[in-house]
């Protein structure tokens, strides 16, 4: 079996990835994870040296905050990952594309093939109807750090360029819709694991695109065989196009 190392190992999603590998063709040697807990594998509290585990391939589900200690190890071991982290901001994504120069690394904020689809329909619905005015609903459970999601932004990115005017919500007495503009809203509460909606909203009718994950194992068997895709690169930087066309 392929010996995997779990960055974010005691969250919800390390668990389910811990709980799907060794189906996949995993066997998760080690995590890292900040906060103190016990699982079937030796946990690291960060990434240093003395992680005595060796490892074929890395999955990371922590946070943003995370990532030079774990490009920094990633490197110094040769070590191929798959970031699934959201989050990043500019500084964060340099540090990858720089990394990626000696290692393999895939990234995407979301890795279900269904969202991979939702993002290829409103591509083509946007190309169909380009008059459309388009609204971005995201919906997460209660805990969820960041806002929009990652997917989220990975749906507008699909969707506009630089010139797209953008609304982050709305409050006010101006609050007019500005021509091209698309409208992005976050929702959070429950245990909803993610909710995308799309709105094409035309004169006397309205296409909605919608995406609901209605269990987080969708993202850990995407990110296992994103890790499986990866481990036969030698450098690079990939996404799902790359691991869809495969």
């Known amino acids: 079996m392929n010996r995997l190392l779990l960055s974010g190992a005691l969250g919800k999603m390390g668990k389910t990835v811990t709980e799907l590998a060794p189906g996949m063709g995993f066997s998760v040697v080690a ?5 103190a807990g016990a699982a079937a594998y030796p946990i690291y509290p960060g990434f240093s040296r003395d992680i005595a585990e060796q490892a074929d391939v890395m999955i990371d589900f922590s946070r943003p905050s995370l990532l030079p200690s774990l490009i920094d190890y990633a490197v110094t071991k040769r070590m191929p990952c798959v970031l699934a982290s959201t989050g990043y901001g500019e500084k ?16 995407s904020a979301n890795l279900s093939v269904g969202v991979y689809a939702l993002k290829k329909l409103i ?32 749906l507008l990115e699909a969707l506009s360029d630089a010139e797209t005017p953008l609304s982050f919500g709305r409050k006010g007495s101006d609050t007019r819709r500005k021509p091209g503009e698309i409208g992005i809203h976050a929702v959070r509460g429950g245990t909803l694991p993610g909710e995308h909606q799309v709105d094409f909203l035309m004169d006397n009718e309205v296409i909605t695109v919608t995406h609901s994950a209605q269990s987080r194992a969708i993202f850990a068997q995407g990110a296992l065989r994103a890790a499986e895709f990866i481990l036969t690169k030698s450098s690079g930087l990939f996404d799902m196009d790359d691991l869809m066309s495969a």
Do not use: C, W
């Open 123 to 154: 591509r083509l619905a946007h190309d169909l109807l380009p008059q459309a005015d388009i609204e971005i609903i995201e919906k997460h459970h209660r805990y969820k750090d960041d806002a929009p999601s990652g997917t989220a932004m990975a």
């Open 31 to 35: 995590g890292v994870d900040a906060v």
């Open 92 to 107: 964060e994504n340099q540090l990858i594309r720089e990394a990626s120069a000696q290692i393999p690394l895939f990234v």
